[in-house]
């Protein structure tokens, strides 16, 4: 009985083993292509941009009280500046297309550009043009600019984080970043239904110029 209990207890602390030595190794990248990482000093100076493919603009706006509905704006471009010698020199301008608006309610991503709310037709862009990087430490930092909607330009802050930096592929170095701010929607001509403060999230990545 106790060889039995020997065998069973080798067979259990062996089993996790077996299981790591018959897992499959991780798939290593195609040539030429580099993942990125968390580490700024990765991000090369020099003019980039941004990486439309790569990039997510998401909404985040109160349902009157009840919950939050999420937008998506699928079109956007931009341009970066990047000076790791002196970050506070750094440039960022981008643009998001109003149109490109989308949501799983059906037929509202139309009325949202529309008339009686983005005005896409007559107001086709939303733009945000930096003043001001400011650091915060060697992943986290403040991009202050000015954020125009339907014509109308108030200042703005980013708090960005990065996601990753390196040599991305095709010989084209990448900065992946996360960026976070809230703007008032009274503040841009926004119907008075919208009560709260509206959240802009931004994921994206700046691949370098040639």
């Not at 089993?15 to 030429?32: E, F, N, W």
């Not at 990486?51 to 603009?57: F, I, L, Y």
């Not at 341009?79 to 608006?101: H, M, R």
């Not at 309610?105 to 945000?128: M, R």
Request: glycine share 8%; proline share 7%; hydrophobic share 40%.
């Amino acid at each position: 009985m106790n060889r039995v209990l020997r065998t069973f207890a080798v067979v259990l602390a062996m089993g996790p083993m077996a299981a790591l030595a018959q897992a499959p190794a991780p798939m290593a990248l195609p040539p030429g292509v580099f993942a990125g990482e968390r580490d700024i000093a990765l991000a090369t100076a020099g003019a980039y941009t941004l990486d439309e493919m790569h990039t997510a603009v998401i909404v985040r706006v109160s349902h009157i009280g009840y919950s939050q509905s999420v937008f998506r704006f699928d079109r956007a471009k931009g341009s970066l500046t990047w000076d790791p010698a002196a970050i506070e020199k750094s440039k960022l301008s981008a643009s998001v297309e109003t149109a490109s608006i989308t949501t799983n309610v059906k037929g509202f991503a139309e009325e949202l550009a529309g008339e009686n709310f983005l005005k896409s037709k007559a107001f086709p862009e939303a733009t945000f043009v930096s003043t001001a990087f400011k650091p915060v430490d060697k992943t986290r930092g403040k991009v202050e600019g000015q954020f125009t909607l339907m014509g109308k330009t108030k200042p703005v802050t980013f708090d960005v984080e990065l996601g990753g930096a390196g040599k991305g592929f095709d010989n084209k170095p990448r900065i992946g970043v996360h960026a976070v701010a809230t703007i008032n929607p009274q503040d841009y001509g926004l119907p008075s239904l919208f009560t709260d403060p509206i959240q802009i999230q931004i994921d994206t990545e700046f691949e370098k110029n040639p």
